[in-house]
């Protein structure tokens, strides 16, 4: 796995993720929201997609169903500090391959 896309809408904290990752030895390329995103995989095949829940224009959940059946689809990996359980169960129907909380801890990532 060495092509992540990270899209998250704010700015200090997709600055820290891509530092951390690219320090990681990660390529790295940021969205700063779902429709970014998305562009972005239609664009270029990514491993891993870091993907913040909560985001203008189309947020995550959003791409998460839009990438439900495609064939590029990246292992998805939702970011959110809303751990309500109906979020969780959405981001999982849309198999979502895990979630983080944020703020983002270091060993996490």
Known sequence: MN????????RPTRILLSQR????HFS???AKDGAE?????EKKRFDLLLLDIWMPRVNGLEVLARLKDSPSRPRVVVMTAD?????LLRAVREQAYHYITKPVEPKAL
């Open 28 to 30: 790295v390329t940021t």
């Open 3 to 10: 092509s992540i896309l990270v899209a998250e809408d704010d």
């Open 21 to 24: 990752l690219k320090a990681a």
């Open 37 to 41: 995103a998305l562009a972005l995989l």
């Open 83 to 87: 751990n309500t359980p109906e979020t």
